[in-house]
């Protein structure tokens, strides 16, 4: 199966990390995949520093970290997962596998079949979508995001990190998780201390309240249809449908297109309206030739957008 990694024999320090080697096929290109970790800024929670991708992954009632390091060539890629305790391994070994995710079947054809995301395929050679397995990271990530620019966005993460998450370190480098029960437990005016709004700080203690109670879940969530998974999500306080449909796309890894969110509608509009920002409703138009790839097209375009050629690319003949 394509994107499927073999593990090799672990390596474990006097410290209970362990280390393993994975290959995946190709191609990888993992600074752009990873780039959007790092173009706003270091939130503590993903982070990339070029070399090494540390994140946290939910293992037996406890919360892992581990490193990757990536080795090989574009076409024979291969991984270096560090792993912050022995016994809980395998849970991250999955995550750091299944974490980028390869272009699917059909886009072999659709990429004959549109120029645009043809020539941003060749461009980005290698480029992947790289899932957000944590779904509390997920959410806070979102609604940090609601009305502000990014780089604000992940200045506020990493206060509510250094606040409300637990300190890992692994391969000689710190990261972070959020707790869930310290978050649900909070008051809105700690995190509204932290310069979020009272709303966000309100949604934030919403959310890590369901996940804490077990309400809601990647595994539940997974089980369901993409109209059931909107339909629990948007029970949430805070949690609209855009934000339902990004978890839809970067964490169960669904063919979605986020139509309302306003990077995606300038992107779609770059690709194939020559700048004219779509309408909600003319995104699902333009873009539903997409069909199975359509995660991984519009992961494509954002990523072409945040690199600032994306208009260039569109433009070309």
């Given amino acids: 199966m394509a994107g499927k990694s073999i593990r090799k024999a672990p390596r474990i320090s006097a410290r209970r990390e362990a ?24 939130d503590l929670l993903d982070r990339w520093d070029g070399r090494t991708f540390l994140r946290t992954v939910a293992a037996n009632g ?34 750091a ?8 079947r ?44 990014l780089r604000w966005a992940c200045e506020t993460r990493r206060r509510l990190a250094e606040r409300f998450g637990d300190r890992h370190t692994v391969a000689g480098a710190a990261v972070y ?30 959310v890590a309240q369901a996940i804490a109670r077990g309400q809601v879940s990647v ?24 934000t339902a449909e990004w978890i839809l796309a970067r964490t169960l890894g669904r063919p979605r297109v986020v139509a309302g969110d306003l990077g995606v509608r300038k992107a779609v509009g770059i690709a194939y309206r020559k700048g004219a920002i779509p309408s909600e409703d003319e995104v699902r138009d333009l ?5 199975s790839s359509a995660a991984y097209a519009q992961a494509l375009l954002l990523h072409g957008l945040g690199e600032k050629e994306l208009e260039a690319l569109a433009a070309a003949r």
């Fill in 287 to 291: 873009t539903a030739h997409w069909g």
């Fill in 19 to 42: 280390s393993f080697e994975l290959e995946l096929r190709g191609p990888l290109d993992p600074a752009a995949s990873l780039e959007m970790f790092r173009r706003s800024g270091d």
């Fill in 219 to 242: 595994e539940r969530l997974a089980a369901l249809s993409d109209a059931a998974v909107i339909d629990e999500l948007v029970a949430l306080r805070g949690i609209g449908v855009w």
């Fill in 106 to 149: 059909g886009f072999a054809e659709l990429r004959r079949a549109d120029p645009v995301l043809a020539r941003l395929d060749a461009r980005y050679r290698g480029f992947r979508p790289v899932l957000q397995l944590n779904l509390l990271g997920a959410l806070v990530r979102c609604i940090s995001a609601q009305q502000v620019n």
């Fill in 62 to 95: 406890r919360t892992v970290a581990f490193a990757t390091a990536f080795a090989g060539t574009p076409a024979r890629p291969a991984l270096r997962v560090t792993v912050e305790a022995g016994e809980y391994a395998e849970p991250a070994i999955a995550a």
């Fill in 97 to 104: 596998g299944a974490a980028f995710v390869p272009a699917p």
């Fill in 177 to 206: 998780s959020l707790s869930a029960e310290r978050l649900a437990n909070a008051a809105p005016a700690e995190i509204r201390a932290l310069q979020f709004t009272n709303r966000k700080a309100e949604f934030i203690v919403a």
